[in-house]
């Protein structure tokens, strides 16, 4: 999430992406707050950061008159033996299903012991054409849990219920840090980041899922959706075309952005209009992906066990094969 100050220079204009096909804004209207009766700054913002994942998310956030990447505050997740990150698994389980929880558990309290809920965000493009990438071990591996759903809710619920956890988490840190009343009254600008083959529908049961969990809740605020690769092109076009930089970007360069995520590879290719006075650039082609991440290969590790050892794989518990679990997280640091 290092393009937050790169999107807060956005917003002050100090860059513009020119074509902003996949750019979407919800706005909610009514009465706007008066910024003046709080003592802040006229049109002071909070801009937040959403990085919603397949398998990891996380929130950074920092007033719109932030400057340097220092003052950016990034929520702070605890991973197993007390170690501090900036992204915690996007992964939820439910009371519901899980008789001695109390309490849904979620991120990193939702061990692989309790049945849970991961890669649910794949799930929300329910129209997508099917690819190459969609095979039947996709079938097998909700039928074993992956991608599992509660019988109470579906995908979208999955969805909202998992960032209402993000959410709260997100505004008791921002209540400490900037104050309970700054907060209360300051209008929230939330950008959330979606993959770009996304269809429009993914898209809005994404915005919806947001707002109902509690961003842009407000007749103040707003909510807009930024695809993965636009996002990474401001961060690092901004980086590249800084003062001083070796082989600096210049006005006619055209740029490749992999993003290459836990759910989906997306490729977008950007052409550079203008660095000086300001850094401008614009898609040169549409783009193009795949439901083809990181969960793809996992899927293929669990096939080829599968199909290697028999019901010797096939009969080992999720909790010691699914998300979470020794195998998958050793995986995890081999892959």
Known sequence: MSFLLNIINFRNQDLWYQSQPRIRRMSFSGSRSKPVATGLPPRY????????????????????????????????????????????????????????????????????????????????????????????????????????????????????????????????????????????????????????????????????????????????????????????????????????TPNAVQSGDNIMICDCGGGTVDITTYTVTSVVPKLEFKELCIGTGGKCGSTYIDRHLHAMLSERFGDAFTAVPYSRKGPGSKLMNTWECLK
């Open 45 to 244: 913002k909070i801009i937040v950061a959403i990085d919603y994942g397949t398998t990891y998310s996380g929130i950074s956030y920092g007033a719109n008159n932030t400057k340097n990447s220092d003052d950016i505050e990034y929520m702070p997740w605890l991973a197993p033996f007390e170690v501090e990150v900036r992204k915690t698994p996007t992964r939820i389980a439910f009371k519901n299903e899980n008789m001695v929880l109390g309490l849904n558990k979620w991120g990193f309290d939702a061990e692989p012991k309790y049945v849970s809920c991961s890669w649910t965000k794949l799930l929300l493009d329910k129209n997508a054409v099917k690819g190459e990438d969609d095979d039947i071990t996709s079938k097998t591996n909700i039928d074993e849990g992956m991608m599992h759903l509660p019988p109470h809710r579906n995908a979208n619920g999955v969805c909202e219920d998992y960032l209402r956890e993000l959410y709260i988490c997100f505004a008791a840190d921002a209540k400490k840090k900037l104050g309970a009343d700054v907060f209360k009254m300051s209008p929230l600008d939330c950008w959330i980041t979606l993959p770009a083959i996304w269809s429009d529908e993914a898209k809005e049961a994404t915005l919806n899922a947001a707002r109902e969990a509690g961003f842009a809740k407000n007749s103040f605020d707003e909510i807009h959706t930024i695809a993965e690769p636009e996002a990474a092109a401001i961060s690092t076009l901004k980086e590249l075309a800084a003062p001083g």
